[in-house]
């Protein structure tokens, strides 16, 4: 298998298409040149972008029989994936590169190119160790690479993203999955939580010139965005202290 063997997926769907134009723009920002195709995971609205292929999968009946329609339009062996509402500013693309080329030769299922918290792992290499069967999220595709047709027998019909993420942690145990040691291989604006907008990237974004003509999803207030972050400081510190009794 060869390093030209993998495609780039942008997971999202039209509703989501106030993103795209940002998010394809600062992809390819990131990584000129980029030598692997580039796919839209849409419905029927076109992206009108030459850089990247709409998959036009038809209507949206969930997230998974969705997303295989998608990857059956995609010849490649392996996929990588990035989310619509993920901007990215920066590659280390000559590590992204390295962890591309150890993935293929050493033939992995899944390699996660962001690190995996709450994670002890065992040691693959000086750049990658391999996610125990009891990782969170260990199922999740954001800055994943992971081999297609794995991928489409770990889908469940029927199931939405957070099922696959949960339940597909059960079915995928007998699979192995590495993780990356390095934290910042890719740097990004995370867009949109639970249908809103988070202030700080959508200011981010109107000051770099997007109008976000056709924009359907509210703004975060200040003190929502408070709330969010107090959960999750609190989600991080409990799965911290868990993680100690492993």
Same mark, same amino acid.
């Given at each position: ?44 609205t076109s992206s009108e972008d030459q850089r990247v292929k709409d998959l036009m ?66 040691? @693959?290499?000086?750049?990658?160790? #391999?996610?125990?069967? =009891?990782?969170? %999220?260990?199922?999740?595709? $954001? +800055?994943? *690479?992971? &081999? ?74 200040? @003190?929502?965005?408070?709330?969010? #972050?107090?959960?999750? =400081?609190?989600? %991080?510190?409990?799965?911290? $202290? +868990?993680? *100690?009794? &492993?």
């Amino acid at each position: 298998m060869q390093v030209d063997d993998i495609a780039i997926v942008i997971l999202s769907c039209d509703k989501f298409k106030v993103t795209w134009k940002p998010c394809i723009d600062h992809f390819f920002n990131a990584w000129p040149g980029c030598p692997h195709p580039v796919y839209l995971l849409n419905n029927f609205t076109s992206s009108e972008d030459q850089r990247v292929k709409d998959l036009m999968v038809g209507d949206d009946h969930n997230w998974s029989d969705t997303l295989k329609k998608g990857l059956l339009k995609i010849e490649k062996k392996r996929i990588f994936f990035i989310f619509d509402d993920s901007f990215i500013t920066k590659f280390n693309l000559e590590e992204v590169k390295l962890i591309f080329k150890i993935a293929i030769e050493n033939d992995l299922d899944s390699v996660a190119l962001r690190k995996k918290e709450f994670d002890r792992g065992k040691r @693959f290499n000086e750049k990658l160790y #391999k996610l125990s069967p =009891t990782t969170k %999220y260990r199922n999740s595709l $954001f +800055l994943n *690479l992971i &081999k297609k047709d794995l991928l489409l027998n770990l889908l469940k019909s029927g199931e939405n993203a957070w099922q696959f993420e949960k339940d597909g942690n059960i079915r995928n145990k007998n699979f192995d999955f590495y993780s990356v040691y390095e934290t910042k291989l890719i740097t990004y604006y995370h867009g949109i939580v639970k249908g809103k907008w988070l202030p700080e990237t959508y200011t981010y974004l109107k000051n770099k010139g997007y109008l976000l003509n056709g924009n359907t999803f509210e703004n975060y207030s200040k @003190f929502q965005v408070f709330n969010l #972050k107090i959960y999750t =400081t609190i989600f %991080y510190v409990i799965q911290k $202290f +868990l993680h *100690l009794f &492993k």
